[in-house]
């Protein structure tokens, strides 16, 4: 769990001193914005509930009830005389998958070009894909799957980034004391969905003791699975690229040039169609060996020069799907 936001109808809109009052607790933010005569928004942030900022994982659900039960009893404390009612608007669900000691968040970039096509053909076409880069370095820090051109007018949305380039931009601390809590840091590729609520309000009871984790975690992460980490589209993404090589491979097999080859690849290429493709050409067992030996070759010198995944990226994609299934009755 990351952060949700709530609305809160009271008796009268709160006053600036009360506001304050709450922000001294700072796991809870309220909305100077859209503001109502009787209503006030307010963002929860589980991990800083129970640490100093999100890097601290919430690994069960008992931490959330916590978390809500002070919420409301802060509430209570500000406003002891008025019947308050609670609408839930958005919840962030996340989940942290440790990256191998020898890949970088901005390897992946050619798993998040195949999402992006995955993700199109699953949702449709007025999907919204933005990426955050990090010019200097070439580098991806930031990837949004939105059900909306407009990325920030989404109904639901998935988010990849890399937690320690976030930290590193915005951290005020000292980010080698932060190493030390959390040493797993740099390995970290944040995934979280976030998602608009529509339900009937509740009173702040209702809520202290309502199940977010229970009642939204699965649906959270069948998303990711349904529309980004989907197996059978994965599978005919492969079907399609080794098509493409089989021709390829035919044409070129009597002249098998590496350079040719980095001309005609695409992001989101994977090592297995290329690997398969070869295989179907019904080649001699060694000059078979030689073809993908000189393919792996190639294919490496192409990840080297472009900082980017190919060999392990079928891998990876599978392992993190593995991954996020594990979630799915994780809180239940």
Not at 94 to 119: G, R, V
Not at 200 to 226: Q, S, V
Request: net charge positive.
């Amino acid at each position: 769990m990351d952060t949700i936001s709530v609305t809160v109808k009271f008796d009268r809109m709160l006053e600036n001193n009360e506001m304050e009052r709450i922000e001294r607790y700072r796991f809870i933010k309220v909305s100077r914005g859209k503001r109502e005569l009787d209503k006030s928004i307010f963002k929860i942030s589980y991990p800083k509930f129970i640490g100093e900022n999100n890097a601290t994982l919430i690994t069960n659900k008992e931490d959330v009830f916590r978390c809500n039960k002070r919420f409301v009893e802060i509430l209570k404390e500000i406003r002891p005389n008025d019947i308050m009612t609670l609408n839930i608007n958005r919840i962030d669900i996340p989940i942290t998958y440790i990256m191998p000691e020898n890949k970088s968040f901005a390897q992946y970039k050619s798993m998040f070009y195949l999402l992006a096509k995955i993700y199109e053909k699953r949702v449709g076409k007025v999907t919204g894909t933005k990426g955050i880069v990090d010019l200097k370095e070439n580098k991806f820090q930031t990837i949004v799957y939105a059900d909306s051109k407009n990325v920030n007018d989404y109904n639901c949305k998935v988010v990849f980034y890399d937690q320690y380039a976030r930290y590193k931009d915005t951290y005020e601390g000292n980010i080698e004391e932060l190493l030390k809590k959390h040493p797993d840091l740099k390995r970290r590729m944040r995934i979280e969905v976030s998602k608009k609520i529509n339900r009937k309000p509740m009173n702040l009871e209702e809520f202290a003791n309502f199940d977010l984790l229970g009642n939204y975690n699965e649906d959270f992460m069948r998303y990711i699975l349904d529309n980004l980490f989907n197996i059978n589209t994965i599978l005919y993404e492969i079907e399609e690229q080794k098509r493409k090589w089989e021709v390829w491979f035919n044409v070129k097999i009597t002249n098998f040039i590496g350079r040719m080859l980095w001309e005609i690849i695409k992001e989101e290429d994977m090592y297995e169609p290329m690997r398969e493709a070869i295989k179907s050409l019904g080649l001699e067992k060694k000059t078979q060996e030689a073809r993908i030996t000189n393919l792996r070759k190639e294919l490496k010198r192409i990840e080297e020069r472009e900082n980017k995944m190919i060999i392990d990226l079928y891998n990876e994609v599978s392992k993190i799907c593995i991954y996020i299934a594990g979630f799915l009755k994780y809180y239940n």
